[in-house]
């Protein structure tokens, strides 16, 4: 089982999101695993039911809009190589998501040293448009992409006004066990966001993958000035700036606080974890 963090579109509220696999199905005369996403998100083109299967490290998933099976993950994947995600439209047609292994790596968990792909989703006709767009994100054995499961977004992405879910807070299975990410005080955190706050705030911005690896994204409101600084755990400022894909890549292993300013007024200050622990 899987659980994740939940933004609330309209209250700001934190809370959580468990995916988990409840049974085995065969489809086209493949034994998959039916696993329960069940959570329209932002984010989350895919959001219903997810069927997977492994075959020696690659891992598959029954894409039902174009009734086929896709590549979801490919662990023996080395630096450079990719692969591709169809995806259809609401109106029919179809973009592809382009995979890209940035970089290849292992993680140590539990006792198990687990596969960890550093990737790049590109979106080669985003929003139909024909402008790509980039998502970086890292992929780990059995964890599967840190962000969210099948972390795909949804076609309408840049105008949705929905739900946002993002950044593993816990994993388990019968293997390896119970493993916390650490970003939450418990896998059933949450956080509300009271009418107060809401009153004083013009926008509660989003900040993910988290943990992250070499970039972190600032979701904010189209119309809001940004300003961020990244400090260690002495207090000494490393990095400020006003983009919102912040680049990571320079930083070490460890935690990190994130001071968001929102048109010049709302602060707001957020732990950041750089590479699982």
Not at 191 to 199: G, P, V
Not at 240 to 269: C, H, P, W
């Given at each position: 089982?899987?659980?994740?963090?939940?933004?609330?579109?309209?209250?700001?509220?934190?809370?959580?999101?468990?995916?988990?696999?409840?049974?085995?199905?065969?489809?086209?005369?493949?034994?998959?695993?039916?696993?329960?996403?069940?959570?329209?998100?932002?984010?989350?083109?895919?959001?219903?039911?997810?069927?997977?299967?492994?075959?020696?490290?690659?891992?598959?998933?029954?894409?039902?809009?174009?009734?086929?099976?896709?590549?979801?993950?490919?662990?023996?994947?080395?630096?450079?190589?990719?692969?591709?995600?169809?995806?259809?439209?609401?109106?029919?047609?179809?973009?592809?998501?382009?995979?890209?292994?940035?970089?290849?790596?292992?993680?140590?968990?539990?006792?198990?040293?687990?596969?960890?792909?550093?990737?790049?989703?590109?979106?080669?006709?985003?929003?139909?448009?024909?402008?790509?767009?980039?998502?970086?994100?890292?992929?780990?054995?059995?964890?599967?992409?840190?962000?969210?499961?099948?972390?795909?977004?949804?076609?309408?992405?840049?105008?949705?006004?929905?739900?946002?879910?993002?950044?593993?807070?816990?994993?388990?299975?019968?293997?390896?066990?119970?493993?916390?990410?650490?970003?939450?005080?418990?896998?059933?955190?949450?956080?509300?966001?009271?009418?107060?706050?809401?009153?004083?705030?013009?926008?509660?911005?989003?900040?993910?993958?988290?943990?992250?690896?070499?970039?972190?994204?600032?979701?904010?409101?189209?119309?809001?000035?940004?300003?961020?600084?990244?400090?260690?755990?002495?207090?000494?400022?490393?990095?400020?700036?006003?983009?919102?894909?912040?680049?990571?890549?320079?930083?070490s292993d460890g935690v990190y606080f994130?001071?968001?300013?929102?048109?010049k007024s709302q602060n707001k200050m957020?732990?950041?974890?750089?590479?699982?622990?």
């Amino acid at each position: 089982s899987w659980y994740y963090d939940v933004t609330y579109a309209l209250s700001k509220d934190i809370n959580y999101h468990k995916v988990y696999c409840d049974a085995i199905v065969n489809i086209k005369g493949i034994d998959c695993k039916r696993i329960n996403i069940d959570y329209g998100a932002c984010n989350n083109h895919f959001a219903q039911k997810l069927y997977t299967y492994d075959n020696n490290g690659t891992i598959y998933f029954y894409n039902a809009d174009i009734d086929t099976f896709q590549i979801l993950y490919n662990f023996n994947a080395l630096k450079g190589d990719d692969w591709k995600i169809n995806v259809k439209n609401y109106n029919g047609s179809i973009d592809t998501v382009l995979v890209q292994v940035d970089s290849v790596g292992t993680v140590e968990i539990n006792g198990y040293t687990l596969k960890k792909l550093y990737v790049t989703y590109n979106y080669l006709s985003f929003y139909e448009t024909g402008i790509t767009y980039e998502v970086n994100s890292v992929i780990i054995q059995l964890f599967g992409d840190i962000g969210f499961l099948i972390n795909i977004l949804d076609e309408q992405f840049g105008s949705c006004d929905m739900d946002f879910i993002h950044s593993l807070r816990c994993y388990q299975d019968s293997d390896i066990g119970f493993y916390n990410s650490g970003i939450r005080d418990s896998c059933d955190y949450t956080y509300i966001f009271s009418s107060i706050q809401l009153n004083q705030a013009t926008n509660t911005p989003i900040v993910f993958p988290n943990p992250a690896e070499n970039r972190i994204r600032i979701l904010i409101q189209a119309n809001d000035e940004l300003n961020y600084e990244l400090f260690n755990l002495s207090g000494v400022l490393l990095k400020k700036g006003n983009e919102t894909n912040v680049d990571l890549s320079a930083l070490s292993d460890g935690v990190y606080f994130l001071r968001l300013t929102i048109n010049k007024s709302q602060n707001k200050m957020i732990k950041i974890i750089k590479h699982l622990p």
